[in-house]
Every structure is written in C-alpha cells, then in structure tokens.
C-alpha cells in the first residue's frame, strides 16, 4: 500500500516537474523584464538600490512541491513565488517609495501578500521585510519613464497559468539578516537552539535601529546638502553654480543636474538666474526642479500675485506637490505662495503638507498657526504634544549641524510657547536673534508670533515673546519705527537711564541666601571706582539685596534701578536702599522684569555696547537674563564655582562657545576691569610706540625663562597680530593704573623728562590691575584656566586672581608696571603725581 502511494506521488510529481519545464522559459523572460522595469523605477527615487530577479529552479521546485504536496496540488498554477525579484534599498524610507510603486503600477495579490514587520509583536524582533504577490498589470508598460514592453503571454493568459512573481522589498541590513538567518536558518530542517534564537534576535534588535539611524541620517544630510548657504560662502556658491553649468553644455538634458545650478541661484536670491537654468528642464516632469522653479518665478514677481507670471510659478508648485509621492517642501511653498492672497486655500495646503510629514517643522508650524487663529483656540497644540516635541527634535538635530538657521530656533521658540514651555520658548527665540544676520528675519517671526495676538489672552506668556523681539530688532537692527514701538511699551514717568550700565544677575532663592552673602566684600571692592547705573532685581533678597548694599556704599557713584513685578510674595522686600524701583505688569517675578529693563535701555538710547552683565549663581529667571543679553551682544561675565544656572550656560552647546561670554573668577580686581568703561586710549601712534616697549621688556624678563618657539618671543615684527594688540591694549590700559595711584600724564616739549619712581605699594597696586586687565583680555580671547599652559588649545595656569599667581609671575607684571615712566619718557610723556608741586 505505502509503495503504491509512493509511486503515485513520483509520478504527480514528475507531471508537475514537466509543465513547470515547459514553462519555464516564459518565467526566465518574466523575470528579464521585471529586473528591467524595477531597476528603471527604482532609479529615480532611491538610485544606490540593488534589485535581483530570477525564475525559481527546476530543482527549487521540485523540492518545493514535495514539501508542500498537501498545500499545493496544482503547484504550477497555485504557486505565486515561480519568479521571484528583490529590491535592496538603503533605508526603510526608500522602501515606502518603492512600495508605492509596486502598489500603483502592478496587480496586486492582497491575500498571499505581506509586511513581516506587521507581523512581529512590540516586543519582538527578527526577520523584516514587504513581500507582494503581483501581476503585471494591463495597459501601464510601457510608460513614459519606463519604456518596457510586457510580453502578451504575461498578460492573464486564457490557456496557460496566470504568471505572478513575488516582490521582496527590505534594507541592506534586513537583507543581510535574511542571508543569514531566515534563509539558512528558517529553511533548515532543523529547530535552532534557544541560545542562538536569543542571539540572532538580539542582532535583528540592532540592525533594526541601525536602519533608523541611517534612514535619519540620510535625510539630515541630503536636507543639509541641498542648504548650500549653510556651508558655503556667497562666493563659493557663485563659484560651483558656474561649474555645474559648464558642465550642463556636456549634459544639456541632466534635469537633476540643472536642478542643482539652479538651488544654488535661489540659495542666494539671484531669482532671474534661478529661473533660465531651470526654464529649459521643465519638460522633464522631474518635480523637485519644477518646486524650485515654482519659487523663484514667485519671488521674482511676488509683488504682483495676481499677475500671469506668479500663476504660472504657482502651476509649477501645484504640479510638483502633485501625487504620487507627494513632496512636503512643495506643499508648504505652495501654500506660502497663497499668504495674504487667499488665506483659505494657503490654510488647507498647510493641512496637506502636515498630513504628508506630520513632524516636518516648517509645515507643521504654519499649520497650527493658521488653526489656531482660524478656531480661535491654541488648545489643538496640547493634543498634537507629540507631532510638536518630534520637530522639535528634528530642529534640534538640524542646529546641531549648522543646518536651516536662524530657523531651527524660531521653530522651537514658536512650539515651546504653542505648548506652554514659556521659558524654552524665550531661550530659543533669543539664540535665533544672536543668529540672525538680517533684520527681515526678526521682523518674519515676529509678524508670525504677532497673528496669534488673537489668543493671546489663553497664551499667558505671548506678551515676553513678543516684546523679546522688539527688543531683538530695535537693538541689533535699530529703526524708527520699531524703536518708537519699544518706547511705547517703557517704563511711565521715569527718567532716562544713564551709562555705563551694569546688569547685576544672579540668585535670589531663600535656598541660595547664605552663599550669595559670601559675595558682599567681592562686590563692594569691584565696583568702588565704578561709575554709572546698576541693574537689578530690586528687593533684599540674594543678588538684588547685594546691589542695594553697593548703593548703600556708594550713594554719590552709583545710581540703583530695581526691576519687580507689580505683585510680589508676601515674604518678598523691596529694597528701599536702591535709587529707583520700576513695577512690570506681572503677578509675580518673571522673564517680564529683565525684558522691561531692555525696553528702558533701548528707550534711553542705551546701546548694548555701553551694557555688561554680571552673573552669579541664578535661576530660571536669570538663565533668561544670561542668554538674552548674550542674543543682544551684552559683554557677559559669570563668576566660577557660582553655580546653579550658571553651571549650566556653561554647559549649554547652544551658548557656551559665545563670544562676549565668559567666566571670570571670584577676584574683586578683575571684575573692575570688566565691569568699568574701555578708556578713550592713546593716539595711535603713541600707543605703537609704548606697545612695542612693553613688548621689548617682556622678552627681555622672559629670556631666560620661556622657550623661543612660542609666539610670544617673536620680535614686534614678527609678532602675530593678536599678541600686538594684546600689548595695545596694555598701553592703553595705563592711564587708568596712574589714576589709581594718583599719577596723570603730561606732554612735555620743552625739557627732558627724568622718569619717577614708584613705591613699592604703588607698583603693587599697578602690577595687580595690570594681571586683571590681562585675565579679562585671555578670557575674552577664549583662553581657560588649566594647570599645564597649552597656547595651541588657549590654557594657561595663570588665569587666577592676584592672590594665587605665584611670586615670579606677579614679578612680571611689577617689573612692566614699574617702567612705565620710561615707556611713556620715550614718547615725550611725564608720569606727574596730582599732589606734586609740578602738577
């Protein structure tokens, strides 16, 4: 009985081996043509794809039919994996593309079809991979872009099988996962051990998110390759855009290739030029050249929207953002080119652009903008928290790059404060007004923050946002208009402030109290020779209570501003020490109360260069202060070992590399040197002139010491301009050390000059100002303390207070200090003490 059996299957088998021999020649074109049409595809979207196609053997048959003999028992007509074809992509991106493809240009068999990915549990990894089952479908091939014919046998045959091949589609990595693990392991005739069924899950694990990251990465770099002024100087745009073109005389039919001449031309606003390199590619139908044509044509003539021109710019940009594969960047410039000319139809192109790339930032925040004022409601930003903290991220990873700024900030800026994230919102608007070169920037977001003026009753910190970019535009791009805005908005009937000013900042929480005392003397000997207005928080407490003891000290000198809201906590002080006290509107204190401060000192006519901010310890509020002062081109100093927020400005990628900002340490006469006015300096030639003789002393001290390699020992002609001008600025800095001492200088032409001689107590007094001055001047410069000098990283040991440099340095500067009458003989200048007969 079991042989007859046996024999009957021999023989149904061989019956099957034969018709699948005789078809399959039809299979080995089939696959032929497949490869062609796939390859042809694939090469438009995801050009570095690999794709495989080929008829399954005779052997693979055979063995395949005995296997599933019970399954199958018309194999050759049941079977739907007879030719078989692999797309291998780069990212799991490109396979959407591709999938999209397969779905709109073939007969798809939805039941014997699947995602594998769909298939596996949260908590699982392992093999993924799209397969399709699919057919040829009539009358698509050949196409335009696909010029293949599909043999007529191909096509749903009435006498012989239907012909269908399975499509697979997955990443390199799935695919050399697959290699390994579901080909030579799942089709075995064995149970894999537990041991190695962990392991090999463990390696789809990692696989799986190494595909993520490279699929991210890819898009970061082909976004941040086509941002050309994000890398490339106006002139080295100039410079490739004339390469690209010369080659387009070889290539004329290259649309892609046109398309990059022609971004460069729109990356730097030549719209005219943009528009003849890309005019003669449109025939291509490739769409990023017609979205980018779309926006140069709509540029040009953005003044006449109503105008042929800008419509035909606006068919380019429809055509573009036309589906399949719809693209979100052409979608939103659409949308943008219907701004002020039908707000409706501007309102749902950014509804399409959101739902094509829900996270993409610009899209996303148009779109709440434009439902937000439309529904009267911000409350839609809480439900999308999701989609926003995605573009977040992704503006984030785009600044982390240098990519699409000042932008990025704005984004963030706008999401923080859709979300209710005041103080994140107020940070990053202020590090997009630090980096933003024009004007015209600004004034955009702020005309963007300033359309949801009709929430901003439900967006309670709307009002800082706002009035930060007012002050943003009217310090850094000052014009009548904006200026005559801020001044509206100034403190009522106060006087105009006075420079110098400095912002004093810092802790003042209870917690904090007894370390912000450890301050007092420090404050009180840096800022007894100042002269000018301190700023502050204006009550008792911490940092504010600090300056009101300076005020104390110093009531002649020193004129005391205090900042407070117009309510306060109950066990909060004013303190009545300070000269003035300024109420803001707020409930309590906020970021609103340093913004009112800035909309005094603009109002007074107070320019950011006559501005420095001190900075001790601090919270939130003054981490705020810190950063818009620093957005506004402030000098900001913050003392070492303070803590709290200041820790953390220092920590913060986005601002710790800031030129005007640095750490000073807890040395009472190095904060004189920053806090006080630069002093007007010599004439240009006198100052040449007592430059070099500084310098020629120093490398007569340093000799014996120092080694000649380093570029401090050159000779003044040789000297390296940094180390010139660090040596100007000594010479500038003397009068101010004479005037300390009592001394003054006069010119003197009828005699000679016997220099004096300073007393010990004198030079002392000298030698510890002229370290300071060189601490801030290394500061501002980049330089850091560290034990071991390093001039290529910029450290030096001797960055410290005068108290701990050790005695031989101190002993350059006395040696320096101690000859200045003789620099200053050399150029017919007399060091005369004030209370001398001679004076």
Not at 3 to 9: A, D, G, V, Y
Not at 42 to 60: H, M, N
Not at 142 to 157: A, E, M, N, Q
Not at 246 to 275: C, F, H, S
Request: charged share 30%; glycine share 6%; hydrophobic share 35%.
């Amino acid at each position: 009985m079991i042989n007859r059996i046996k024999e009957e299957e021999k023989k149904w088998a061989r019956e099957q081996i034969e018709k699948y021999t005789a078809d399959f020649p039809r299979y080995e074109k089939y696959a032929e043509v497949l490869k062609e049409i796939l390859e042809k595809a694939t090469k438009r979207f995801a050009p570095l794809t690999i794709v495989q196609s080929r008829p399954k053997s005779i052997t693979s048959f055979a063995e395949k039919i005995l296997r599933k003999k019970h399954k199958y028992p018309d194999p050759v007509r049941q079977l739907t994996d007879l030719c078989g074809a692999r797309i291998i992509t780069q990212t799991p991106d490109e396979i959407e593309d591709v999938c999209r493809f397969i779905g709109t240009h073939f007969v798809i068999d939805q039941k014997n079809s699947i995602d594998v990915s769909q298939r596996l549990k949260p908590t699982e990894f392992g093999y993924r991979s799209v397969h399709y089952i699919v057919q040829f479908k009539p009358g698509v091939f050949p196409s335009k872009g696909i010029k293949v014919k599909i043999p007529d046998d191909s096509l749903f045959p009435e006498d012989r099988c239907p012909m269908k091949a399975e499509i697979q589609v997955k990443t390199f990595l799935e695919h050399t996962w697959a290699a390994f693990a579901h080909d030579k392991a799942y089709k075995g005739a064995f149970a894999i051990p537990d041991k190695w069924e962990r392991e090999l899950a463990t390696l789809a694990a990692i696989l799986e998110s190494a595909d993520r990251s490279f699929a991210k990465i890819k898009k970061g770099l082909q976004r941040y390759a086509a941002s050309y002024s994000d890398y490339m100087s106006k002139e080295e745009i100039h410079d490739k855009m004339g390469e690209l073109e010369t080659v387009l005389e070889y290539d004329p039919k290259n649309a892609e290739l046109a398309n990059r001449a022609g971004k460069l031309a729109i990356e730097i606003g030549d719209w005219k030029k943009a528009i003849d390199i890309l005019s003669g590619h449109i025939g291509s139908g490739y769409k990023p050249l017609l979205r980018d044509l779309g926006v140069a044509i709509c540029k040009l003539h953005k003044a006449n929207p109503k105008g042929e021109e800008y419509q035909k710019g606006q068919s380019y940009l429809e055509a573009a953002s036309a589906p399949p594969n719809r693209d979100v960047d052409a979608i939103a410039s659409y949308a943008g080119t219907w701004k002020g000319v039908d707000e409706e139809k501007a309102r749902e192109l950014y509804r399409q652009a959101f739902e094509v790339e829900p996270s993409d930032p610009y899209s996303l925040g148009n779109y709440l903008e434009y439902e937000i004022t439309h529904r009267k409601d911000p409350s839609i930003a809480g439900l999308m928290k999701p989609v926003i903290n995605a573009a977040i991220r992704r503006c984030r990873d785009q600044a982390e790059v240098g990519m699409n700024l000042p932008w990025a900030f704005y984004d963030i800026g706008k999401f923080h404060l859709l979300l209710g994230n005041a103080y994140n919102s107020l940070v990053a608007y202020a590090k997009a007004i630090q980096l933003s070169p024009h004007g015209w920037m600004i004034d955009t977001s702020l005309g963007s923050v300033e359309k949801l003026t009709i929430v901003q009753d439900k967006l309670p910190e709307f009002e800082w946002i706002q009035r930060l970019l007012l002050v943003g535009l009217a310090t850094k791009f000052r014009t009548a208009e904006r200026t005559e805005q801020v001044k509206k908005m100034a403190s009522s009937e106060c006087k105009p402030i006075k420079g110098p000013v400095v912002i004093v900042a810092g802790g003042c929480d209870v917690s904090v109290e007894q370390q912000m005392q450890t301050y007092r003397q420090l404050l009180l000997e840096a800022f007894r020779d100042f002269k000018g207005t301190l700023i502050s928080g204006g009550t008792t407490a911490g940092i504010s209570g600090l300056v009101g003891d300076v005020q104390q000290k110093y009531p002649d000198t020193i004129r005391t501003i205090g900042y407070v809201s117009n309510l306060t906590p109950a066990d909060v002080s004013i303190d009545k020490r300070y000269s003035e006290i300024r109420h803001t509107k707020g409930n309590d204190f906020s970021a609103l109360e340093p913004l009112q401060n800035w909309i005094d000192l603009i109002s007074s006519g107070i320019h950011p260069s006559q501005v420095k901010l001190l900075g001790i310890n601090g919270g939130t509020i003054a981490a705020a202060e810190y950063r818009i002062a620093l957005a506004l081109g402030v000098r900001v100093a913050v003392l070492e070992e303070s803590g709290r927020e200041k820790e953390k400005l220092l920590q913060d990628d986005d601002w710790k590399d800031s030129e005007m900002l640095v750490e000073l340490p807890a040395d009472a006469m190095t904060l004189r040197v920053f806090i006080e006015p630069e002093s007007p300096g010599l004439s240009p030639d006198i100052q040449e002139s007592i430059a070099c003789a500084i310098h020629e002393n120093y490398l007569c001290t340093q000799s014996a010491q120092a080694q000649s390699q380093e570029p401090s020992m050159a000779k003044w002609e040789e000297l390296v301009e940094n180390l010139k001008e660090s040596n100007r600025q000594q010479a500038d800095h003397i009068d101010l050390k004479l005037s300390q001492i009592g001394c003054s200088i006069h010119k003197i032409t009828d005699r000679d000059i016997v220099p004096i001689e300073f007393t010990k107590e004198e030079i002392e007094v000298m030698a510890e100002m002229e370290h300071a001055r060189w601490n801030v001047e290394r500061f501002l410069d980049g330089w850091k303390w560290g034990e071991k000098k390093d001039v290529s990283k910029k450290i030096s040991p001797y960055l410290v207070g005068w108290l701990k440099l050790p005695e031989n340095v101190k002993e350059w500067d006395r040696d320096t200090v101690r000859k200045i009458p003789e620099f200053l003989a050399e150029v017919g200048l007399e060091v005369r003490r004030k209370n001398s007969e001679n004076y």
